[in-house]
């Protein structure tokens, strides 16, 4: 284990190595509003890797617990916001742990001089904030890749593509207005509204809010289990049309329960 202090600061970086044992980056009192970039730098063979392309601290949290409850089949963990003094002599509402998956059931598997490189903006100025990193008894090939998408205003539809698709996550903000999809034969077809009522009755509560209140269903993230579909496209009626940044999920293991 690792620990660095943050300091009040409004931005870090962190290079992690070999020896800090990286599977988990879990950072305590970091602003909902933080963001992170995560790239794994290989230095002898292989290409380097982008982990998380400058995304909400709060939206990774949210979907990577939603998509656990998924694979297995139960409650997604349940995360804590709290509000917290910072150095502007005022408040800032904080995620007390968040506890953020590097890889899938061990440490990434590292090289002696790769690196993981972690850039954390938007971080609140809060003088207790921190940043851990936790090793495990098992080592990974598999790094935890949430890649970012797009859904450009020019286009009339997206469809997504499954065979590198698992898991969709969007920012409860930036829905799309329809999502159609055929599993099994069967068209599903899902507005923005729609979409949050099933996270609301798939995963009861997600985490509580600085005032203690229960969060049902969403705080940030949507997260869709698309590993049934054989089709799924996105479509959006809004006006004035804006791109619609997305994420794309690939388990390297496909089990439906």
Not at 121 to 144: A, C, E, Q
């Given at each position: 284990m690792r620990k660095t202090e943050i300091n009040g600061a409004t931005q870090k970086t962190l290079v992690i190595e070999k020896t800090d044992d990286p599977e988990l980056l879990v950072l305590e009192n970091v602003s909902t509003s933080a963001r992170l970039k995560t790239e794994l730098i290989r230095q002898e063979g292989g290409s380097d890797q982008r982990l998380f392309n400058?995304?909400?601290?709060?939206?990774?949290?949210?979907?990577?617990?939603?998509?656990?409850?998924?694979?297995?089949?139960?409650?997604?963990?349940?995360?804590?916001?709290?509000?917290?003094?910072?150095?502007?002599?005022?408040?800032?509402?904080?995620?007390?742990?968040?506890?953020?998956?590097?890889?899938?059931?061990?440490?990434?598997?590292?090289?002696?001089?790769?690196?993981?490189?972690?850039?954390?903006?938007?971080?609140?100025?809060?003088?207790?904030?921190?940043?851990?990193?936790?090793?495990?008894?098992?080592?990974?090939?598999?790094?935890?890749?949430?890649?970012?998408?797009?859904?450009?205003?020019?286009?009339?539809?997206?469809?997504?593509?499954?065979?590198?698709?698992?898991?969709?996550?969007?920012?409860?903000?930036?829905?799309?207005?329809?999502?159609?999809?055929?599993?099994n034969g069967q068209k599903i077809k899902r507005t923005a509204e729609a979409l949050l009522i099933d996270q609301k009755d798939f995963f009861n509560f997600v985490g509580t809010d600085e005032n203690d209140k229960l969060i049902y269903g969403t705080a940030k993230a949507v997260v869709l289990d698309v590993r049934e579909a054989q089709n799924v496209y996105l479509e959006d009626n809004s006006e004035p049309r804006t791109d619609i940044k997305y994420y794309s999920v690939k388990v390297p293991f496909n089990k439906v329960k």
């Open positions: 400058t995304m909400n601290v709060l939206l990774i949290l949210e979907a990577q617990n939603k998509i656990q409850a998924f694979l297995n089949g139960g409650t997604p963990k349940q995360f804590q916001l709290k509000t917290v003094p910072n150095d502007d002599a005022g408040t800032s509402t904080v995620i007390d742990t968040a506890a953020i998956d590097l890889a899938y059931g061990g440490e990434i598997m590292l090289n002696q001089n790769d690196t993981i490189t972690n850039y954390l903006t938007n971080l609140g100025k809060v003088t207790t904030s921190s940043i851990f990193t936790f090793g495990s008894k098992r080592v990974s090939p598999f790094p935890y890749i949430m890649k970012e998408q797009t859904y450009k205003a020019t286009e009339i539809q997206k469809e997504i593509n499954l065979l590198e698709t698992d898991f969709l996550v969007f920012d409860k903000d930036s829905l799309p207005t329809e999502i159609d999809m055929r599993i």
